[in-house]
């Protein structure tokens, strides 16, 4: 399975790089984690806009789905005719959320351009993907996700606080790819992000392989967030996500 990191930035776009979205692709089915602000986009340089199977939205927060607005768009008003709806995952209310983003009526809001499907936490197949989810600790429904194929997983923390669940969905998974948006310091907000330190104890006390930091906001300074999951028990290789990078597992 293949990952590309087409946006990385947390909680609004940087300048180098969308809010949420990353690509998964196994034997020739291409899989959207998230759909974040600008994501379209860069997504573009990656893979055909028409090529992808199925998109999963982690919750429902601006920079992690509003571009399902701009790919709707795409779909429904290409000059030679709206293309076959594709599945997206979300959580309850998604279908009517991208509905009132977009100020569609329902019916059908974008309903003739996805076949929208509610998640709910358990595992289940998407294309050639094992697929598990699981709530994460944020104060909207948040879905964490843990893929596997041929014999190789990844693990997507989403949006969240501290998590046992999330520890649970990275257990031995080959690669973490874990929200990191606080740095260490006094007063940090619980039950809702993670620092770069917290990320790295999720992946020592699940045993992943690798990290690799995500979600990383555009006003912390991305060093000091690598220096600090460095400065943790986790021993396995850290990285920063990059708009653009990808990886082969297996
Ligand atoms: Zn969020």
Redesign the pocket.
Known sequence: MRLTIIGCSGSFPGPDSPASCYLLEADGFRLLLDLGSGAVGALQRHVGLYDIDAVCLS?L?A??CLDLCAYYVARTFHPDGPRPPIPVYGPGGTASRMAQAYGLAEPPGMTDAFEFATLAPGSGRIGPFEVTTAHMN?P?E?FGFRLEHAGRSLAYSA?TGESAALVELAREADLLLCEASLLDGPDLPRDLHLTARQAALHAARAGAGRLILTHLVPWNDPVRSLEEACGSSFTGPISLAASGDSLELG
């Open positions: 919750h927060h920079d992690h944020h909207v948040t949006d």
